[in-house]
């Protein structure tokens, strides 16, 4: 059975930083992109990166661009997203998900699996 187990959300001031960590079990996702997704009250869930297969490629929405920077270590089929200047609009739960895909898809119809999600909380 496959488990996408977030972690490393949590309460943050504004300008702050926050690493989020995803550990995948029940199967190894090293041949998938993986991604990660938010979602905040009354809103969609939206993009918010993407790594390749290999980690070589990496694809961000335009409202976190120079600010997050997500990577992958396949050998522990974990992903991670590393959130520095983080705003109040950055407030959202975040979530983790498994492509069916190798390279960067930004569409949530290409991922397969998702976790519970992290709640990521900025105060102004």
């Known amino acids: 059975q496959v488990q996408l187990v977030e972690s490393g959300g949590g309460l943050v001031q504004a300008g702050g930083s926050l690493r989020l960590s995803c550990a995948a079990s029940?199967?190894?996702?090293?041949?998938?992109?993986r991604g990660w997704f938010r979602q905040a009250p009354g809103k969609e869930r939206e993009f918010v990166a993407a790594?390749?297969?290999?980690?070589?490629?990496?694809y961000y929405a335009d409202s976190v661009k120079g600010r997050f920077t997500i990577s992958r270590d396949n050998a522990k089929n974990t992903v991670y997203l590393q959130m520095n200047s983080l705003k109040p609009e950055d407030t959202a739960v975040y979530y983790c998900e498994v492509s069916n895909r190798r390279y960067t898809p930004i569409s949530q119809y290409e991922y397969e699996y998702w976790g519970q999600g992290t709640q990521v909380t900025v105060s102004s």
């Open positions: 029940g199967r190894t996702f090293s041949s998938y992109a």
């Open positions: 790594i390749s297969w290999s980690g070589v490629s990496t």
